[in-house]
């Protein structure tokens, strides 16, 4: 059992910056995978992210490597999704997601069980 609850989504400039969390409250966080999603308008919801129960494994969709970096902090129960070098194409509604018990990170959306409402990332050309 756990929530989800996505922050840090805002406007920004083409080339700029945005650090999104995601915060849990439930029992084990520890043994969650987590991951980020991320749907635009008229558009299905893409995997962009996911990161194991450790934070050792990561995985990412490719238009998204070297730009996003997903980390977590079990301490703080939060997962953050850093976004770096932003683009047009960028812009959709992020949300994360959880699944309990797997120990390898999860890529598609059937994976997950537990979803956030979503925070809304704009980046203006």
């Known amino acids: 059992q756990v929530q989800l609850a996505e922050s840090g989504g805002g406007l920004v400039q083409a080339g700029g910056s945005l650090r999104l969390s995601c915060a849990a409250s439930?029992?084990?966080?520890?043994?969650?995978?987590m991951g980020w999603f991320r749907q635009a308008p008229g558009k299905e919801r893409e995997f962009v992210a996911s990161?194991?129960?450790?934070?050792?494994?990561?995985a990412y969709v490719d238009s998204v490597k070297g730009r996003f970096t997903i980390s977590r902090d079990n301490a703080k129960n939060t997962v953050y999704l850093q976004m770096n070098s932003l683009k047009p194409e960028d812009t959709a509604a992020y949300v994360c997601?959880?699944?309990?018990?797997?120990?390898?990170?999860?890529?598609?959306?059937?994976?997950?069980?537990?979803w956030g409402q979503g925070t809304q990332v704009t980046v203006s050309s």
């Open positions: 439930g029992r084990t966080f520890n043994r969650y995978v």
């Open positions: 990161i194991n129960w450790s934070g050792g494994s990561t």
């Open positions: 997601a959880a699944a309990f018990g797997p120990t390898s990170v999860i890529t598609f959306k059937s994976g997950y069980s537990y």
